[in-house]
C-alpha cells in the first residue's frame, strides 16, 4: 500500500541518523520534491519531527521490549521502531495501523526477517501507554527527579541538569520548562522599523500583535511556510523569535552619553539581529558594521540587511583589526550550544553533547572580551545567548566582567514589558514563562 507520508518521514529520520541532517530542512525539501501536500504532508512532519524529539524515551521503550540492545539493531530499522512507537505512545493512530504500516514499510525495505522482528517489538510496546512505559522505566521521582522529569518529557539528563540549574528548581518549574521545550513553537515575525507597525502586519498575515516586542507578530503554529508571506519577501518583515528581537532592542534601550551613530554586530549570521538593529540606528542616521566569520553566513547577512545601512565585513570577530574603542553600542549574541531553542530543531536535543560546552565558553568569553575593547569608553554591550546554559550565560558574564572592569547595568529594565524576570542583573527568558526561546541577556558598559 502506498504509504508516502510515513515513507518520507522513515526516510527523513534515517538522513538525521546517517549523516546528521537537520530534520527541518530535509523534510519540506522531500515533501516539496515529492508533492506531498495537505494531510499527507501534515502527518509526515508530525510523525517525523515527534519521533526525532522524542529519541531518548522512543528508544528506552524499544529497549525493553528488543530481545537484544538497540547497538545490535540495524540502523534503518531502528528509525522504523522509532517512527512505530512514536506513532503507538503519542499520536491517536490505531494500534493495529500504526503497527501495520510499519511493518509493511521495512518488509518492502528490508526484508521479511528485519519485518518480523520490528512486528514483535512494536506488538510488545502496544501492550501499553506512554504512561505506564514511564512508570514502568523512569528513574524514581524521589531520589532522582531530574533524571524522571528528563525522561519523562524525553530530555537527556545533562540538558535537564542544566535548566535545573538555571531555574534554580528541580521541581514544578523544570517540569513546565521542559514540557514548553517538547511542544512545537508558533513563528514569530518581526515588523521591519519605519517601513510597517506590529499592528499593520498582524493584520496582513493574520497573527496576533506579540505580547512584549513592539516590532512582534505571532503567527499561529502550523501556519504554513513563513517564508511565503509576501511581507516577508517584500524584506518588510523577518522570521525571528521575539526573545531574540527583546535582547537585541536590549542593546538600543541602554541609556548613553554623547555620539550614538556606529553600531557593530559582532556575530552577526544569519542576520536576523543584525537587520532589526540597522533598521533602528538607520532611523537615526546612523550605521552598523555586521562581522561573521562563515562566508556563507555572511552572504545570508547581505540579503537580510539589503536597503539598510550595513557594511558586512567577513572576519573573525576576536581579530577584526577594528581600532579600539571604534564603537558606540556592540551586540555579541555569541555562537552556542542552542539549549534554548531545542524545541524548533527536533533532533538537536540528542545531538549536543556536554563536551560542547567547554569550548564553546573559551570562544564566547573571547568574543566578549574583544567587544569592550572595541567599544568606546562609556558605551554599552550586550552578550546574547540563546541557551540558559549556566556556563555560556553568567558564568561567562562574571569572568569578563571582573577581568575587564566593566559594569553589569540591570538589564532587566531594558525588557520594561516583560514579567518574572528574576533578581536580575541580567535576564533568562524562558518558553514556559515568556512563549520565547530561553535567551539570555546581560547588558555591560565599558567604565569610562
Ligand atoms: C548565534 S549566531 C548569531 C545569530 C545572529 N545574530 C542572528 O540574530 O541572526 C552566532 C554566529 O557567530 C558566527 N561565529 C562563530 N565564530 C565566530 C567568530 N569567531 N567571529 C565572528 N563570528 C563567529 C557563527 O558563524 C554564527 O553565524
Same mark, same amino acid.
Given at each position: ?7 518520507? !518521514? ?13 530534520? +527541518? ?11 506531498? $501536500?495537505? #494531510? ?13 524529539? &522524542? ?68 506488538? #510488545?510496546?502496544?501492550? /501499553? ?18 533524571? +524522571? ?85 517584500? #524584506?518588510?518583515?523577518?522570521? /525571528? ?12 534601550? &541602554? ?59 567577513? $572576519? ?17 549574541? !555569541? ?17 549536543? /553533547? ?14 566578549? $572580551? ?11 554591550? !550586550? ?17 569578563? &566582567?571582573?577581568?575587564?572592569? !566593566?559594569? /553589569? ?35 555591560? #558598559?565599558?567604565?569610562?
Amino acid at each position: 500500500m502506498e504509504d508516502p507520508a510515513r515513507l518520507a !518521514a522513515l526516510e527523513t529520520l534515517r538522513a538525521v541518523r546517517q549523516r546528521d541532517a537537520y530534520a +527541518n530542512l530535509v523534510l519540506p525539501q522531500m515533501l516539496r520534491d515529492r508533492r506531498i $501536500t495537505g #494531510r499527507d504532508a501534515a502527518l509526515a512532519t508530525k510523525l517525523t519531527y515527534g519521533s526525532a524529539r &522524542a529519541q531518548g524515551l522512543l528508544d528506552a521503550v524499544i529497549e525493553a521490549c528488543s530481545d537484544r540492545p538497540l547497538s545490535e539493531v540495524d540502523g534503518s530499522a531502528l528509525d522504523a521502531l522509532r517512527l512505530g512507537t512514536y506513532q503507538l505512545l503519542r499520536t491517536r493512530i490505531p494500534s493495529h495501523a500504526a503497527v501495520a504500516s510499519t511493518v509493511d514499510l521495512v518488509r518492502a525495505e528490508l526484508g521479511s526477517g528485519i519485518a518480523g522482528f520490528v512486528n514483535a517489538v512494536l506488538r #510488545r510496546v502496544a501492550e /501499553q501507554d506512554e504512561a505506564a512505559w514511564v512508570d514502568e522505566l523512569a528513574p524514581d521521582p524521589d531520589t532522582d527527579p531530574v533524571g +524522571n522529569l528528563a525522561f519523562t518529557h524525553a530530555h537527556p539528563r545533562w540538558i535537564a541538569q542544566a535548566f535545573a540549574e538555571a531555574l534554580g528548581s528541580r521541581g514544578e518549574p523544570l517540569k513546565l520548562a521542559l514540557e514548553a521545550d517538547d511542544a512545537r513553537p508558533a513563528v514569530h515575525l518581526v515588523a521591519r522599523p519605519g517601513e510597517v507597525s506590529a499592528d499593520e502586519l498582524a493584520a496582513i498575515v493574520g497573527g496576533d500583535v506579540a505580547p512584549y516586542s513592539p516590532y512582534g507578530v505571532h503567527l499561529e503554529t502550523g501556519a504554513g511556510d513563513p517564508g511565503d508571506l509576501e511581507p516577508v519577501r517584500e #524584506r518588510l518583515a523577518n522570521v /525571528q523569535d521575539e526573545g531574540s528581537q527583546l535582547c537585541a532592542l536590549a542593546l538600543t534601550r &541602554a541609556s548613553l552619553e554623547g555620539t550614538d551613530d556606529r553600531w557593530l554586530d559582532l556575530c552577526a549570521g544569519p542576520g536576523g539581529k543584525a537587520a532589526l538593529l540597522a533598521a533602528l540606528v538607520g532611523l537615526e542616521g546612523g550605521e552598523l558594521i555586521a562581522v561573521e566569520k562563515a562566508p556563507h553566513r555572511a552572504e545570508l547577512v547581505r540579503k537580510l540587511t539589503s536597503g539598510l545601512p550595513v557594511t558586512v565585513e567577513v $572576519t573573525d570577530g576576536r581579530e577584526t583589526g577594528f581600532v579600539e574603542g571604534a564603537f558606540d553600542r556592540v551586540l555579541v549574541d !555569541a555562537p552556542c550550544t542552542g539549549l534554548g531553542a531545542l524545541r524548533r530543531r527536533p533532533e538537536a536535543r540528542w545531538r549536543r /553533547q556536554p563536551a560542547d560546552v567547554g569550548q564553546l565558553t573559551t570562544l564566547q568569553r573571547e568574543l566578549l $572580551t574583544e567587544a569592550l575593547r572595541l567599544v568606546r569608553p562609556g558605551g554599552v554591550v !550586550a552578550y546574547v545567548v540563546c541557551s540558559p546554559h549556566l556556563s555560556e550565560t553568567v558564568g561567562v558574564v562574571a569572568d569578563v &566582567a571582573r577581568r575587564t572592569g !566593566a559594569e /553589569q547595568l540591570d538589564t532587566r529594565t531594558l525588557f520594561p514589558e516583560v514579567p518574572d524576570l528574576g533578581d536580575g542583573p541580567h535576564v533568562q527568558l524562558w518558553p514556559h514563562l515568556h512563549g520565547t526561546d530561553a535567551m539570555f541577556c546581560a547588558v555591560l #558598559r565599558r567604565p569610562v
